[in-house]
């Protein structure tokens, strides 16, 4: 069964550099959520989206931005990256209020 | 503002043991709970999912509660296994909002 992809998987940046995520939702999936996790943390709750308009925000920093599009998959930006934007990151997608995720993003600020 | 908390934070066991994880929330109204696995810096894996009108689900080995009125889930895993080993995650899903909130883990060790 199709899952939820993210790319990269990897992703290696200097401070103050810019990232881009991206996130693939399961087919007929309309509702996007990113989540940030630190070293040893729980996921925090950045942001989602459904039906391509913002649904809700939570600890996104204002040098991140996310959309949805008409597609449904998800990009999440970020600018002027710091050392403690060093996380993995996940992108979630839901039928009905059943969350799944995807593997992650491991973004390294160095 | 939903908080989730979970003990213990780490738990080892020898292998067969059976043991139970718990999860608690301080705001009860919410949609559905779901428990996850977490392998070290990798993706989470859904292990089951209780809406909120049900007490408890199960899946193979794995049986988890909900006490919803109380704010309390249980995860129990019997005849546990090295394989187990893993941080397991409960998160509900609260209707303000929409969005699930994660609790702070358990980081269980199997041993041989």
């Known amino acids: 069964a199709a899952g939820v992809i993210q790319s990269p998987r990897h992703l290696i940046k200097e401070k103050r550099e810019t990232a881009t995520l991206k996130c693939y939702p399961i087919?007929?999936?309309?509702?996007v959520y990113w989540y940030q996790q630190g070293p040893g943390q729980d996921p925090q709750f950045l942001i989602s989206f459904y039906e391509k308009m913002q649904s809700d925000k939570g600890s996104i920093p204002d040098r991140f931005s996310a959309q949805q599009f008409s597609d449904y998959h998800s990009e999440l930006n970020m600018s002027s990256l710091e050392l403690g934007d060093s996380a993995l990151y996940f992108c979630?997608?839901?039928?009905?209020?059943?969350?799944?995720f995807g593997q992650g993003t491991r973004l390294t600020v160095v | 503002k939903q908080e989730v908390t979970q003990i213990p934070a780490a738990l080892s066991v020898p292998e067969g043991e059976n043991l139970v994880l718990n999860c608690s929330f301080t705001?009860?109204?919410?949609?559905?709970l779901q428990w996850f696995r977490q392998d070290p810096g990798k993706g989470l894996t859904s292990l089951l999912l209780i809406q909120s009108s049900q007490r408890e689900q199960t899946s193979g080995r794995l049986n988890a509660s909900l006490d919803k009125s109380s704010g309390r889930s249980t995860l129990y895993i019997a005849a546990s296994q090295p394989g187990d080993s893993a941080t397991y995650l409960c998160a509900v899903f609260t209707g303000g909002g929409n969005k699930l909130t994660f609790g702070t883990g358990t980081q269980l060790k199997v041993e041989l």
């Open positions: 087919p007929r999936h309309d509702t």
């Open positions: 979630a997608t839901m039928t009905g209020t059943e969350a799944f």
């Open positions: 705001d009860s109204a919410i949609y559905n």
